[in-house]
Structure formats: structure tokens, C-alpha cells
């Protein structure tokens, strides 16, 4: 299993008149989380790109448990739990600095040929660097 925290500060234009964030920014924490523990994990996004590769989403969810409020540090973990075959999926969980649960949420995404947007199978060099984690 691979995981990765990513800390996000909550700006004001994320939020509401109340403070609280608006549900849709939760989907961008999730993008943002997974781009960087992507990079972290040596996989970043424009070298995938630059090899002809996209990787669209076709599935999003999200669980609101508690409100996250302007000024919030949350705290959004990226979870991988298996290798990705033509699909990978991410779980993510986002605390805020007290260690309070206050969204659950997946996306899954499918590796495309960049030109033809075809499905392809998750290139080897991304499976290789991922291995490890999954003790292969």
C-alpha cells in the first residue's frame, strides 16, 4: 500500500459566507493530493504526458463528514491499495489539524494513449516504481 499526506491550506474563495468550504473544492484537494504524492512517488504527471500517456477520471466520489473552514491546514492522504492494471483508483481521507475525519472520497482514473484517448495498460515504469510499496 502506498500512502501520502499532503498539507492544503483553505482559502478564503474556497468557502462560503460562513467560512465552511464548498463541497466542490473537496474534489480539488483530492486532484491536488494525488498530483503531488504522484510526484513524490517519482511519477509525475507531465513526464507520464510527455510519454503519450493521459489519465482521465471516470469515476469521483466523496463522503462529507465535518466542515472544513477558512484558514483550516487539512491534511489529505492519498491512498493506493493495489497496483493498477488499465485503472487506478485512489482513496483519499482529509483531517484537519486536530486529527478530526472530515471527508472520505475515491477517484478512479484510466490510462489513455494521449492522441487517441484508447485505453492502454499502466506502463511498465510506473508499475516498476510502484512495486516496492506493494513488497513486489
Not at 493530493?33 to 471516470?58: C, F, H, N, W
Not at 492519498?78 to 486536530?98: M, S
Not at 495498460?121 to 510499496?133: E, M, S, T
Request: include cysteine.
Amino acid at each position: 500500500m502506498l500512502k501520502i499526506e499532503t498539507d492544503i491550506e483553505v482559502r478564503y474563495y474556497e468557502t462560503d459566507q460562513m467560512g465552511v468550504v464548498h463541497h466542490s473544492n473537496y474534489i480539488r484537494y483530492f486532484e491536488t493530493a494525488r498530483t503531488l504524492s504522484m510526484k513524490k512517488a517519482g511519477i509525475p504527471y507531465d513526464e507520464m504526458e510527455k510519454q503519450g500517456i493521459v489519465m482521465p477520471i471516470i469515476s469521483v466520489s466523496c463522503a462529507y463528514k465535518r466542515p472544513a473552514l477558512f484558514g483550516d491546514i487539512i491534511r489529505v492522504s492519498t491512498i493506493l491499495e493495489k497496483l493498477p492494471a488499465v485503472k487506478i483508483e485512489f482513496k483519499y481521507e482529509v483531517h484537519n489539524a486536530q486529527g478530526v475525519l472530515l471527508a472520505t472520497g475515491s477517484t478512479i482514473l484510466a490510462f489513455a494513449n494521449k492522441d487517441t484517448l484508447r485505453p492502454i495498460r499502466a506502463p511498465q515504469y510506473l508499475l516498476d516504481i510502484l512495486g516496492p510499496y506493494f513488497n513486489l
